[in-house]
């Protein structure tokens, strides 16, 4: 059984880091590409960046808004996902999923169940 | 970026009822279009995938269809556990964009 399960989320003052892991299992996490959607309270989801499959090289993408304060790693060996978050602003509040996405056709296959990042003083 | 627009935002509708989602893409994606649904408090959930493709362990009242600029999604006999929001998404080129959401209600 696939599973995704994201912690690390807490309350954050702005300008602060905060590192957000995604524990999975019951896949090979090398196989797959990996990414990170969040969704602010009230709000829709936001794609915030992905992470490719170990035949891709690990290469990465990432949102604009993001872009420069987020980096997303892996450690395989671990069965480990990582969202890195340096100066964070109150924007940045959400709800962070870890999502799988498929093999094939390359679509969202998996969520886990989230967790949740307050930026606040 | 491939702006994504829903329609409705939101709708209310019986048991029973058959509902239609409309989801429109600023510019042409071929078929790489994914639609999920969202319970409150949930994570959201993979419906469908390659714009008409089920997911696996959807069931078959969930449907889509469309290509290029243009999706729908259709829930035939709307059960109790199908009131949720609905959510479309374009893979076909970065960054990544989804739909602002349809919210189904119960009438």
């Known amino acids: 059984e696939v599973q995704l399960v994201e912690s690390g989320g807490g309350l954050v003052q702005p300008g602060g880091s905060l590192r957000l892991s995604c524990a999975v299992s019951?896949?090979?996490?090398?196989?797959?590409?990996m990414d990170w959607v969040r969704q602010a309270p009230g709000k829709g989801l936001e794609w915030v960046g992905r992470?490719?499959?170990?035949?891709?090289?690990?290469?990465?993408q990432y949102a604009a808004s993001v872009k420069g304060r987020f980096t997303i790693s892996r450690d395989d060996s671990k069965n480990s996902l990582y969202l890195q978050m340096n100066s964070l602003n109150i924007e940045d509040t959400a709800v962070y999923y870890c999502v799988r996405v498929s093999q094939t056709y390359y679509f969202f296959d998996y969520w886990g169940q989230g967790t949740l990042v307050t930026v606040s003083s | 970026d491939i702006q994504m627009t829903q329609s409705p935002s939101s709708l209310s509708a019986s048991v029973g009822d058959r509902v239609t989602i409309t989801c429109r893409a600023s510019?042409?994606?071929?078929?790489?279009l994914a639609w999920f649904q969202q319970k409150p408090g949930k994570a959201p959930k993979s419906l469908i995938y390659?714009?008409?493709s089920l997911q696996s362990g959807v069931p078959s009242k969930f449907s889509g269809s469309g290509s290029g600029t243009d999706f729908t999604l259709t829930i035939s006999r709307l059960q109790p556990e199908d009131f949720a929001t609905y959510y479309c998404q374009q893979y076909a080129s970065y960054p990544l964009t989804f739909g602002q959401g349809t919210k189904v209600e119960i009438k």
């Open positions: 390659a714009a008409s």
């Open positions: 992470t490719r499959s170990k035949v891709n090289t690990y290469t990465t």
């Open positions: 019951g896949f090979t996490l090398s196989d797959h590409y």
């Open positions: 510019q042409g994606i071929s078929n790489s």
